[in-house]
């Protein structure tokens, strides 16, 4: 049966006509778009202007490579770990500063000591299928998890648990093996109803999200529908995920209304042209860029000089140069306004003066006229710079932070070097001061940084009971005040000075809004949020 009439047609037609630059692609992506392009249906005209008319969108549309399973347990698949989020719901959910929040808790009390907390889970909770959310349910998604075997998605946090017991009908406690690695953080592993993990042949996903599963058609795409007994908003939207092939290029896509939404994830936005009317929003990524300094070094061992250094430094211009307008810089090594503090920026803003008075105060003089500065024993100031070759962002950084150097006659050079020899050298302590970066996971709490076994050096015990304490099972609240803490000792001590965060885009159709931002481990996250206004012209 033909589904689009002939008005439909001819404005379709005209429409591949007038944007054929954008969406050329392969026969078999425009096939698959065709049949993405009669799901809108349900909207609904809003205005009318010059020939051009705009209906109003809510559904949604993504793409997406083949799924082996909706299993969230099982899968692998980065694309059905990004969609089960939508369909399932953990005891506690990640917010976008990397804090915590409940989610199917009522409330919770911990025990930071034991490394136990005690649980009562929301009332009014229903799985997909009608049945009701209680503690077994809990208590048998952590034991299907952990028997499922170490290649899933969420067995490196439930395993962290040693035992569950269940307490009555909707209150359970949680006990975890090591009270110093028993952070809330590590129970946001999606509950499935008790027994659905038996049947993984012809599993169908059943849990407590805001969306549910409509229909799967297997090598093509798979659609969500809103949840009418949601506990939290009832969503609107209907979402669709089409399966794609590999080589796709999305961002063609997206002024086509092919797909609606994606989360690019390199960091060439700026390479996208300025007169494109693709909408487009930063959000943070988890790959952090830092300088370290190596305190084994009696020089700089001294903070005088580590703040010099800062403060000569200009963290505007080095990131727009190394990794372009997209960076985002942050008051620490820290996720940015990680559990809700504010990120303040850079702690030590480029002011030349003052890494001059600095020096002056640490009598570093020149004292044999060679054109570099020396210390009170009359030993000429000489660092070396560790950096990867392969990175080229971080060589910019590592010729930037010479150059600076040279201005305050501090002798230095680069030494750049594979990424095998740049290991070795950092585990032997072979440098001065280090430019490096580290990709942070949902749960990271950056211990390698500050751990006895730390590769500059940096011995603050202070730190590390503060390090510590973000492990622990304890309230939200608390946590967050302890971080305030380690933050402003890390501030005062300026072990590593962090260059930026590097910024993933949010890019979405023309005329989209996105009410909700998602992040980078949650790239759907306020989907539900999300509309824009399609154009057609007129026949």
Excluded at 6 to 20: C, G, H, Q, S
Excluded at 401 to 423: G, M, P, R, T
Excluded at 460 to 483: I, P, Q
Aim: charge should be negative; aromatic fraction near 12%.
């Amino acid at each position: 049966m033909n589904i689009l009439n002939n008005n439909r047609l001819k404005r379709f037609y005209a429409f591949i006509k007038e944007n054929i630059v954008t969406i050329i692609v392969s026969v078999a992506v425009v096939l698959g778009a065709l049949s993405l392009f009669l799901i809108v249906t349900d909207t609904e005209i809003v205005k009318s202007d010059n020939g051009v008319t705009y209906k109003h969108v809510i559904n949604q549309r993504f793409g997406i490579s083949n799924l082996k399973t909706l299993n969230p347990i099982t899968s692998k698949d980065r694309d059905t770990y990004y969609i089960d989020k939508l369909i399932y719901n953990g005891l506690f959910k990640q917010d976008n500063n990397m804090g915590v929040s409940t989610d199917l808790v009522q409330s919770y009390n911990t025990n930071p000591a034991s490394g136990s907390v005690t649980i009562t889970l929301k009332s009014n909770v229903k799985f997909h299928d009608g049945s009701s959310l209680n503690a077994g349910d809990v208590d048998y998604t952590y034991r299907y998890i952990v028997s499922s075997g170490k290649d899933g998605m969420y067995y490196d946090i439930a395993k962290k648990i040693d035992s569950i017991s269940v307490l009555s009908n909707l209150k359970l406690k949680i006990y975890f093996k090591d009270p110093s690695d028993a952070a809330l953080d590590n129970l946001t592993f999606p509950i499935l109803n008790e027994g659905d993990g038996s049947s993984s042949s012809s599993f169908r996903p059943n849990g407590t999200g805001q969306y549910k599963i409509s229909s799967v058609q297997s090598g093509k795409c798979v659609k969500l529908k809103p949840n009418k007994d949601y506990f939290g908003e009832v969503a609107e939207n209907h979402l669709y995920f089409e399966i794609f092939p590999k080589s796709t290029i999305y961002k063609n896509l997206l002024s086509s209304y092919e797909i609606t939404a994606l989360v690019y994830k390199q960091f060439d936005i700026d390479e996208i042209s300025e007169s494109s009317d693709i909408t487009r929003q930063l959000i943070p990524s988890n790959q952090m860029e830092y300088i370290g300094f190596n305190f084994k070094n009696k020089n700089l061992a001294n903070i005088k000089l580590r703040k010099a250094i800062a403060y000569s430094l200009d963290l505007q211009d080095v990131t727009k140069n190394a990794y372009g307008s997209t960076a985002l810089i942050s008051d620490s090594v820290y996720f940015p306004e990680y559990f809700g503090t504010e990120n303040e920026g850079d702690p030590y803003p480029c002011n030349f003066n003052k890494a001059i008075d600095l020096i002056d105060k640490m009598n570093l003089m020149d004292t044999d006229k060679d054109g570099y500065l020396d210390n009170i024993d009359g030993d000429t100031l000489e660092f070396k710079i560790l950096v990867n070759n392969n990175d080229s962002n971080r060589m910019l950084v590592a010729n930037y932070l010479s150059e600076c150097l040279d201005a305050l006659q501090i002798k230095n050079e680069v030494e750049a070097l594979s990424w095998e020899s740049y290991k070795t050298s950092l585990k032997k302590g072979d440098f001065d001061i280090v430019i490096g970066g580290y990709e942070l996971n949902s749960h990271d709490k950056l211990d390698f940084l500050f751990d006895k076994q730390n590769y500059i050096g940096y011995d603050n015990e202070n730190v590390r009971d503060l390090v510590s304490n973000l492990g622990k099972c304890a309230s939200v609240e608390y946590t967050k005040e302890n971080f305030v803490k380690l933050k402003n000792e890390l501030v005062k001590d300026l072990p590593y000075y962090c260059i930026c965060f590097k910024q993933y885009s949010l890019l979405g159709s023309p005329n989209m809004e996105f009410e909700e931002l998602p992040n980078f481990d949650n790239v759907y996250k306020g989907v539900s949020t999300w509309e824009f206004e399609k154009r057609y012209k007129d026949k």
